[in-house]
């Protein structure tokens, strides 16, 4: 017999109608690159997200065509977020720290017609143009030096418009991965993975989002979804607080002026908010909970956060999986842990939400499951409702037959479920057969109150195969030696891991989601040898 409830489809445009209905002042807030703040409110943001899907059917973009944003964060873009998928368009967020070949090839295999961007990538946009012959118009969000600025373009329509219905199936937005090897891949996002992604990240045991909480997203709106913020802090009538540049000064402001609650970043922004403060001498401002994921963040920074009060929610995920698949939420047994026992469930990787499985599988055999003892470590997979089936334009699924997505991350996973990552699969470093987690040593350094960030790779060996090089940052104005990190390491880490070098460097390399990128170390150290 059929069911009897109403048949809607799960489509972004319905986060909006209701932040816009239930919540419509709560507000928008945007620190421009000058310093300047602008306020607007859901209400706004859908008004402009309308006055947007009248614009692009007047330039006859299509439902279905992808419209690109090469663009930080703010109010604005996020308009332009709910008004593209609202069109029934596919937003596709570019990242303007890729190179140019990359940006081109990644706008051409897309095939944008329509870009917006901010001013301060008016430069790069001037070079893809001539590479990307189907890019039509290219539309400035924050200023009308050059062509048409986005207020101007959308002031002639009345807002008076209907969004573009359909299946909840159809896709609304598309990511590309760093593409670490081979060109990147494209994830093409459907209305109702979005939706169901929102609904689990809003609960309690997740990011714990409500009319109450302030949000200020430091991740970039082109990382991986934005971690599906914009989705969730409409859903629950949160206020937003965008930043257009990651001065560690002007974040600290806004956090203060704007009562921020809720602080989405990945590690390293920590790691630069902390040496702000103690230059400064400033205090933390009042948070209340701090989302961090993208990388492994050290137990240090953890503790930290929580020795301030602070609710830590680590989450693992990939862009492949819109991109929240486990959240380090409290257990039961919770209220009974001791401090230590609280920063390490809070410094693994968490716990599945619903919506996603995990397993891990031996290393060279990915059908072979290897058993949750917190002990075995493999190759992570995942699968659900919002998990990667097939890579855009690809001819193969890029799951097996019961739709696992090998991760190409290493972890173990606890009885009671909890996930550790070791590491990525290919940033293990090979050491007489045994592998050592560079994750765990660059953790392990990071803790050092000298250290700013450590990066560790495998150099090759002609005994071991790989021993450990570990590139480290000294904090500003000290002179830690590399005997004196080592005798520390000692105490962290198996004898054997120890790095066979230490070299300091003013700075890593970084990729354009801020992570550490490790095969530009690799580059830089091609033709290192380690002592003997
Ligand atoms: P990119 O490959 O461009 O960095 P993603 O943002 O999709 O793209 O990166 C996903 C990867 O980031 C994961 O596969 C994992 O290696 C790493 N990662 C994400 N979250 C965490 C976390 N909490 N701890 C450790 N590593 C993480």
């Known amino acids: 017999m059929p069911g009897d409830m109403q048949d809607w489809d799960l489509r972004v445009s319905g986060l909006i109608d209701h932040a816009a209905r239930e919540h419509g002042n709560r507000e928008i807030v945007t620190r421009w690159a000058d310093g300047a703040v602008t306020r607007t409110n859901w209400a706004g943001i859908r008004r402009d997200a309308l006055k947007l899907v009248q614009a692009l059917r007047r330039i006859d973009i299509y439902p279905g065509e992808r419209v690109a944003t090469l663009a930080m964060n703010h109010g604005r873009h996020l308009a332009a977020w709910y008004g593209i998928t609202g069109a029934g368009c596919v937003l596709h967020t570019v990242n303007p720290r890729l190179f140019d ?39 400035c969000f924050d200023s009308i030096e050059w062509g048409m600025d986005f207020d101007a373009w959308i002031a002639c329509e009345d807002g008076e418009a209907h969004w573009t219905t359909g299946c909840e199936r159809s896709p609304c937005m598309l990511c590309y991965t760093s593409g670490t090897t081979g060109q990147p891949k494209g994830v093409v996002y459907t209305h109702r993975s979005q939706v169901l992604h929102t609904l689990a990240m809003i609960a309690p045991s997740a990011l714990d989002l409500a009319p109450r909480s302030v949000v200020l997203p430091i991740v970039p709106m082109f990382h991986a979804n934005n971690w599906g913020l914009p989705w969730a802090c409409a859903a629950s009538g949160a206020k937003m607080v965008w930043s257009q540049t990651n001065d560690p000064d002007a974040l600290c402001t806004l956090m203060r002026e704007e009562g921020v609650t809720h602080v989405a970043g990945v590690p390293t922004v920590w790691f630069s908010m902390f040496e702000h403060l103690e230059r400064t001498g400033g205090e933390l401002p009042p948070i209340r909970q701090v989302l961090s994921g993208g990388a492994s963040v050290p137990a ?17 995920g990939m862009t492949e999986t819109s991109p929240i698949a486990t959240v380090t939420y409290e257990p039961a047994d919770w209220d009974g842990m001791t401090f230590e026992q609280q920063v390490a469930v809070k410094s693994s990787q968490g716990r599945p939400l619903y919506g996603a499985e995990v397993r891990v599988t031996a290393l060279d055999d990915p059908n072979r499951e290897l058993p949750h003892d917190g002990d075995t470590s493999g190759a992570l997979q995942v699968r659900g409702p919002w998990t990667v089936q097939r890579y855009f334009r690809a001819e193969d699924d890029a799951v097996d037959s019961a739709q696992w997505f090998g991760t190409g991350d290493v972890a173990t996973i606890a009885p009671d479920g909890t996930l550790h990552l070791t590491d990525r699969t290919k940033d293990l470093i090979k050491s007489g057969g045994e592998w050592i987690s560079s994750v765990e040593l660059e953790n392990a350094a990071v803790g050092h109150p000298d250290v700013l960030e450590a990066a560790a790779i495998g150099i090759p060996h002609p005994k071991w195969d790989e021993r450990p090089l570990l590139a480290v940052v000294r904090k500003p104005g000290v002179t830690l030696a590399a005997a004196d990190l080592q005798n520390y390491l000692a105490g ?27 095969k530009a170390l690799r580059r830089l150290y091609a033709d290192y040898s380690l002592p003997a």
């Open 101 to 139: 070949d990359q940006l081109a090839w990644i706008v051409n295999h897309a095939e944008d017609r329509l870009l917006f961007y901010d001013a301060a990538f008016r430069p790069i946009v001037e070079r893809l143009l001539p590479l990307c012959p189907k890019l039509e118009h290219a539309i």
């Open 300 to 316: 240090s920074v953890v503790e930290r956060l929580m020795r301030a009060g602070v609710r830590v929610v680590q989450a693992w």
């Open 492 to 518: 962290k880490v198996a004898r054997w891991w120890l790095p066979d070098a230490i070299e300091f460097v003013e700075e890593l390399p970084h990729t354009g989601s801020g992570k550490l990128d490790k």
